[in-house]
Nanobody
Framework: EVQVVESGGGLVQPGGSLRLSCAAS????????MSWVRQAPGKGLEWVSY????????YYKDSVKGRFTISRDNAKNTVYLQMNSLKPEDTAIYYC???????WGQGTQVTVSS
């Protein structure tokens, strides 16, 4: 059974940091590129970042470049998103996804507010 579980969200003040984790099981994690996608209140899904299966290449949405860092540990079947200098517009539910698959987690809420 495939499982994808995000964690690490919460309420943080503008300028603060959070580290999201996504633990996967039930598929060959190291074979898949992984992405983080978010959905802000009342809006559609928005791609944020992705990392290739070996971790050698990473890509970011322009608005998070320099603030967010994606990484992965294939030994732990886990992908991370380090988020620094958070802004209110980063408020969203953050989802982890194995690219080009139906493997999605339930999401973790990130709220940036004073």
């Amino acid at each position: 059974e495939v499982q994808v579980v995000e964690s690490g969200g919460g309420l943080v003040q503008p300028g603060g940091s959070l580290r999201l984790s996504c633990a996967a099981s039930g598929f060959t994690f190291s074979s898949y590129d992984m992405s983080w996608v978010r959905q802000a209140p009342g809006k559609g899904l928005e791609w944020v970042s992705y990392i290739t299966n070996g971790g050698g290449s990473t890509y970011y949405k322009d608005s998070v470049k320099g603030r967010f860092t994606i990484s992965r540990d294939n030994a732990k079947n886990t992908v991370y998103l380090q988020m620094n200098s958070l802004k209110p517009e980063d408020t969203a539910i953050y989802y982890c996804n194995a690219l080009n698959t139906a493997y999605w987690g339930q999401g973790t809420q990130v709220t940036v507010s004073s």
